[in-house]
């Protein structure tokens, strides 16, 4: 089992930067990458960014590229999420995910194996 808690989440600003954290704990031995999700209210949850754990190769959405940057420190088996030049859209629940298996897609939410409880992002305009 993996536990995953994500802080960080707050009111802002549009224009303004955050960043995200997601503290991952038990079998992370076994961690194949750790992405980043997102709801707004009435939406289906999307696909934001993704990390393959060993390689630290990373892969966003277009909504987000240019914008948000996905990170790990592979020692306190954290997951980060800086996001800048936030909009109004990136409203919604932020939700972290950790993946065990490989060959499953890391943007859809079925190639996640562990989710965290999710953090809270509102921005205002």
């Known amino acids: 089992q993996v536990q995953l808690v994500e802080s960080g989440g707050k009111l802002v600003q549009a224009g303004d930067s955050l960043r995200l954290s997601c503290a991952a704990s038990?079998?992370?031995?076994?961690?194949?990458?750790m992405g980043w999700f997102r709801q707004a209210p009435g939406k289906d949850r999307e696909f934001v960014a993704v990390?393959?754990?060993?390689?630290?190769?990373?892969y966003y959405a277009e909504a987000v590229k240019g914008r948000f940057t996905i990170s790990r420190d592979y020692a306190k088996n954290t997951v980060y999420l800086q996001m800048n030049s936030l909009k109004p859209e990136d409203t919604a629940d932020y939700y972290c995910?950790?993946?065990?298996?490989?060959?499953?897609?890391?943007?859809?939410?079925?190639?996640?194996?562990?989710w965290g409880q999710g953090t809270q992002v509102t921005v205002s305009s």
């Open positions: 995910a950790s993946a065990v298996r490989s060959g499953i897609g890391v943007t859809t939410r079925d190639g996640y194996d562990y």
């Open positions: 038990g079998r992370t031995f076994s961690t194949y990458a």
């Open positions: 990390i393959w754990w060993r390689t630290a190769n990373t």
